[in-house]
C-alpha cells in the first residue's frame, strides 16, 4: 500500500471526533469480554514464602576450582582473574575494585 507523505497527519483526537456514538459503543462493546487474563506463571504456588522449608531441595551447582591465572581478593573474596590483580595487603592479594 502507498503512503502519502505529504498528506497531513491524522491524530487519535481526530479520528475519534469524527466516529459517531454508536461506532464507539461498538468497538468497546467488541473489545469487552467477561473472561479475565490470568497467567499461569502468577499463581501462588510460584512464590517462596521466607522461611520456607528448603530442605529437601538439592541444589546441583558445580564448583570449578581456582585456575592458574586467577586469584581470590582478600576484600571482598570473589575470584579475580590476574588481569584484575591491584596490589597485595596483609599478604592477601587485592583486586581493582576494592584497591581503588
Not at 551447582?61 to 592458574?68: K, L, M, N
Amino acid at each position: 500500500m502507498a503512503t502519502d507523505y505529504d498528506a497531513p497527519r491524522r491524530t487519535e483526537a481526530d479520528e475519534l471526533a469524527g466516529d459517531s456514538l454508536e461506532e464507539l459503543k461498538a468497538r468497546r462493546a467488541e473489545g469487552a469480554t467477561g473472561e479475565v487474563d490470568v497467567d499461569e506463571t502468577d499463581t501462588a504456588e510460584s512464590y517462596e514464602l521466607p522461611g520456607a522449608d528448603l530442605s529437601g531441595e538439592e541444589l546441583t551447582v558445580r564448583v570449578v576450582p581456582e585456575q592458574d591465572n586467577e586469584f581470590t581478593c582478600g576484600d571482598c573474596f570473589l575470584v579475580h582473574h590476574r588481569s584484575r590483580f591491584a596490589e597485595e595487603k596483609d599478604g592477601l592479594p587485592i583486586c581493582v575494585d576494592c584497591a581503588g
